[in-house]
């Protein structure tokens, strides 16, 4: 509750706060989000502007949609978004249920094995995945996963990190709930479901949109796993661009572009999830 | 009531679906990795036994140690660097002031793009005529052009900046998220009695964040070792292997080499390694 | 590789055709990007999953028959059809006398010129690495931009020297032909280039894609290229192509002009060689290669398409008219200055790595030279 008059000086001060916190903001940000305003610029410069040196102009003089047009046209640009949509909700999807039910046991039971479990997936995370890649290859192929959404989602399918993740959310949670509720004999199952997740909606949120991500940007694992190019998907579009012989940076600027804009919607939809879910209510600190 | 023989099958009932893809999915191709680390593979023969040869090249290898060099150098100057700036920053931000929500989307912005498209970005912001040179001579600060990718000198540090600032974002809502913790009425308290904003940062809330920061350095310790797409795409481990990370040098081996066995025992090295960092930086960080 | 999506008609036709003349035969054609080629044929051998007949570059498909990957085009082509071949193109795709892939197109090194540069300098465009100097000097005076580019990817560099040189190995093969005085100037020359300017920092990292870049932005007035670019070139930067010229690839007297073959190798995990075998015979016969390169600005590797009129008949652009004819010029004279040899990634790696260690002043150009030996005599085994 605040008082109705704050003393002078904090009243001052807080002001100042405020000011300097804005100020501090708007560099931090001009950094982050500078390089994609560039992007744009870029993609949006017609055949006579100049891109580089001291010719060149923050903003075009004379902004066209061109480029987007001509890597919409010779890109099936649409069946590569929709491809990345595709894999990347399923890998969610999956994420989300394998990692929020192993999450549990880890967190509220003791058993056999348990250290175990933990070192094993702390050691997963420590993978990079251009080492594993070769003899996933060869497993995908050998179980006939070439060129299928089921073989680009695999790999998201459940990590360690997810597990971890709602690991920790689910140890926030007050046992006294849980306490109360075997001892009125609810299953383990129907206590998973019906009360720990709900509790712990903000940090699926999360894991969601990070899992999300993740998937929607993977390069490596599409590229070797399709060469049909009607499953590509979007980061592969673009590598596509950038190697086509006929390198026009315009292009790639618009490509790149529009790969971003599907992830950025999802972004500003779902932010208000979880970065604003991260909040939960109290502000100060 | 509860039943102490239940206590086996339920758990491993949870953990089953998880643990069985994360097992073909990892598990599998990481035991294939170490037995081919003990061989010479060329991916189109079968593979050779060559006992420990791999292993001992390796030892000899001066690329390696540079390769390892380089990633032991991002581990030194990327992860304080993550550990503390994310926070500053989710502290600004953690406020209910107008606006604040777009900046705190915008900061996560670099986070949400795939890091193909941010490293392509960069490589143009960073070439000999682009938008960073090019600012930096209008406005008088330097009269030459910096050779960001292409000095050996600069080039692991610019790479370096990439990597920072694609992840700030994302410890940031870490930091955010522990923020929350953090009793406002302790800093009200501190304010009324005249404590300093800087003071109460650096007293009350970063060492209240601690738990924050044990994990965000584990994190980017961890990522730090496996950095790979910002370098494929700004440098390919040049000039002069000077951005030759580890997981670059073992991508090199197997895809441009050919020589699968070799960069599997590169591979098995670099997870030790990586293992054995975290080890220690969660018993460091554990303790204080 | 790389034909679509421009070429989609021509590659169908193609393939519609050879389907016709092969009845019960079904082509699938899978057009792959240039740089992520290698890995993507590699890992689809390793799994079985390999395509019949692989359009590829000299070197990788050199590295693939090193280790016995790929079928002797030999044993499944006529005397007849072999010798429809340039000879130099034929022997490019021979690893130790032993065929490994069919030649298909092939372009040859010419260099273009910023001719508005060098006439605002007061300039000729060099004809020899021993004219570069001078020019570059000017061009830094006058027009503030870097004389020249010389682009390390590939087998780039190594043709940069033998072009210098006059030849890759000393003449039985047993030792790098650049040990001796002209291969120390050769080193001296280009760390030279690099310590005056003259070349950019960026060819330490970026290949001939980032040269192109470069020199379409204005920041180099010179480069090697082939004459499949020039297209992509006006393309890119229309107001640029009025300003372009072409020249003859510089070289030491005597030494024969690059050429570049792309080839049409049969992996030998192909179900039925004698077919896929046909296929590649089929796509690089005289008549559809001369069909392609009326499509493509490129050279064909079949002589007798060479006598047909379209290569007396203009393109309708100078510049690539020009190109055309200077790259034409070099084939009959010309040779794969870099040919496929054994352990070639590690004697490239091994080149690439003294060479720009000395560019740059770190170590000395004999120490590089020396360097370069010691890893090279024993990859290239000869008994002695």
Redesign the interface.
Known sequence: MRQPHLPRSIAWRRRQDAALRYAALVMATAITVGPFLWLLSTSLKGPGEVLQGSGMSLWPQSPTLENYRQVWASQPMLRYLMNSMTVSLLAVGCNLLLCSLAAYPLARMKFAGRSWIFIGLLATMMMPFQLLMIPLYDLAMSLGLHNSTLGLVLPHACTAFGIFYLRQAFLAVPQALEDVALMEGVGRLQLWWHVMLPLVRPSLATLAVFSFVAVWGDFLWPLILLDDPQHYTLPLGVNRLVNAFSLDWRWVAAGAVLSLIPILMVFVFSQRFFIEGALKGAIKA | MKSPGWSLPIPLLFLLPACAVIGAVVLYPALRVVMLSFTDYNMINPPQSVGWANYQRLWADPLFWSALANSALYLIVVVPVLVLIPALLAILVNRALPGLAFFRAALYLPVVTSLVISALVWKWLYAEQGLLNTALRASGLVDDPIRFLTEPENALLSVMAVTVWSGLGYYMVIYLAGLQSIPAALLEVAELEGVSRRQQIQYIVLPLLRPQMAVVAVMSGMASMKVFEEVYVMTQGGPLESTKTLVFYLYESAFVDFELGYAAAAGVLLFILTLGLSLINLRLLGKS | M?L??FHNDYVKGLLDNFEARHPGVRVKW???????M???V????????APDVVNLNPQFSA??AE???LENPRRHLSDQEIGAFVPAAWHANQLAGVPFALPWYLSTTIHVVRQDLLEQSGVQAPRSFDELPAVAQALRRHAQCYAWFAPMDGSLALETLVSMTGALLSPDGCRPAFEGETGRLAFEFLHRLYRQGWV???V??EGH?GA??QFL???VAMMPTGM??IS?MK?????LHQHLRITPQWLRPGTPPNIAVMNLAVPRTARNPELAMRLAQFIANSDNQLDLVKRVPLLPSTRRSYEDPFFERSTGDDLLDEARRVSQQQVFEGAVQVPPLRHY??LR?SFV?QL??AM?G?IGSEAAIVEISRVWVPLLGCRK
């Open positions: 790389q679509a999506p899978v057009d792959v990007a240039w740089a992520e290698e890995r993507k590699l890992a689809s051998l390793a799994a079985g999953t590295r693939l280790l016995g990957a950019p920092p960026t330490l990292t894609r192109v870049q932005a204005g920041d499949q670019f992509q393309r890119t930067n229309p107001q990634a590690k790696a790595r720009q260690l740059t770190r």
